[in-house]
């Protein structure tokens, strides 16, 4: 089946504490990214990745890390979260440029900065 | 940068009642994509609108891409509560890198 998983879907950690979050698709899409979802303020990309070992910002980068090691996988990482980035996080990935193919969507990752 | 404002941000209809959201952007769009999300789900892909004046449809659902290319709106004739949902804009430029809209949450009464 084809399919973008995330983990974990949810996470509770503290300030400060290093994260990772995984991202894996099965559809040798070239393009993937990273959303985070808050209330009123609806999908705000943070990175893009147009293909391996190329990565971008997107309109909210600050306090985030990406890689793109390989095609299928693009892990998002904190490397010292702090409560304003409890969220909704959701990974997507498409053929090529997000804005010109369909995004598929994983099924999201609730964090939880105490 | 580039920004997509939707509304409105919230709409309550009684089903069969119609319902509109629409988007505008401060840039002309390449392209705009119509997604939905349904409460506690992921976005799911609708449509992409290409064209000067398109207009799509799916079912009771109807896209149209505005002649300058810088608006375009969904129309959903005759609600059901399956159309219960956020439903989003995500507009491109010439990088094709989308730009989301806030979204417009549409509460379906029985």
């Known amino acids: 089946e084809a399919q973008v998983t995330q983990n974990p879907r949810y996470l509770i950690t503290v300030t400060g504490k290093k994260l990772t979050v995984t991202c894996s698709q099965n559809m040798n899409h070239e393009y993937m990214s990273w959303y985070r979802q808050d209330p009123g303020l609806g999908l705000r990309q943070i990175y893009y990745?147009?293909?391996?070992?190329a990565t971008d910002k997107g309109d909210v980068p600050e306090g985030y890390k990406v890689s793109r090691k390989e095609k299928r996988n693009f892990p998002l990482i904190l490397e010292s979260p702090s409560p304003n980035q409890t969220s909704l996080y959701f990974c997507a990935s498409s053929w090529g440029a997000g804005g010109l193919y369909e995004q598929y969507f994983g099924p999201g990752t609730r964090l939880t900065v105490t | 940068g580039q920004q997509v404002m939707q509304i409105p941000q919230y709409q309550h209809v009684q089903e069969g009642e119609d319902f509109t959201t629409y988007c505008n952007s401060s840039?002309?769009?390449?392209?705009i994509q119509w997604y939905k999300q349904r409460p506690g789900g992921h976005p799911v892909f609708l449509i992409q609108l290409v064209k000067s004046g398109e207009v799509k449809k799916q079912k009771r659902l109807t896209f149209q891409f505005g002649e300058a290319k810088k608006n375009s709106s969904l129309h959903i004739t005759a609600t059901q509560t399956t159309d219960v949902g956020t439903y989003f804009c995500a507009g491109s430029g010439g990088s094709y890198i989308p730009t989301f809209g806030r979204g417009t949450s549409l509460i379906v009464h029985p």
């Open positions: 840039t002309t769009l390449s392209n």
């Open positions: 990745s147009m293909n391996v070992e």
